[in-house]
């Protein structure tokens, strides 16, 4: 009898780990994304805490708070509503923004605390997911 020498590793075993290795990059996946948008959040809920910082500033300063006047309230913040923010509570100019989460959007409104901090995850324009509040008394959604 000759003897065959088989070296290397048939199709099904290639077949097999490369099952096992997309499983893994799978489940990876899913929690990265997890961990990033945890993360991101929590980035939106410590502005909300800046701006409520620097709005105490504002009122200490003027004599009163900064307020966007919005239809309908902030129901749905705008890149714009952030941008007025960083330029008049921070006095931030072109890209050195101190509010700035990826994919979050801010506006302050009237409120009979004084003011009330509206923000939320944006995507295709409307608000998602959890609206994040916080008003001058310090009670907060989040």
Do not use: W
Not at 3 to 28: D, H, K, M, P
Not at 67 to 78: H, L, M
Request: glycine share 12%; with cysteine.
């Amino acid at each position: 009898m000759t003897e065959l020498n088989n070296r290397g590793f048939s199709l099904i075993e290639l077949l097999v780990v490369v099952a096992i290795i997309g499983a893994l990059a799978a489940v990876g996946t899913m929690a990265y994304n997890g961990y990033v948008g945890s993360a991101k959040a929590s980035a939106a809920k410590n502005s909300l805490q800046q701006i409520a910082l620097m709005e105490q500033d504002y009122q200490s300063l003027y004599g009163s708070y900064h307020t966007q006047q919005t239809e309908g309230g902030c129901s749905s913040p705008s890149s714009e509503n952030t941008g007025d923010i960083n330029t008049t509570l921070f006095e931030s100019e072109g890209d050195d923004k101190a509010v700035d989460v990826e994919g979050y959007e801010f506006c302050i409104e009237d409120h009979p605390t004084g003011f009330k901090i509206v923000g939320c995850q944006i995507k295709a324009g409307v608000c998602v997911g959890t609206v994040l509040t916080l008003n001058a008394k310090g009670a907060k959604s989040f």
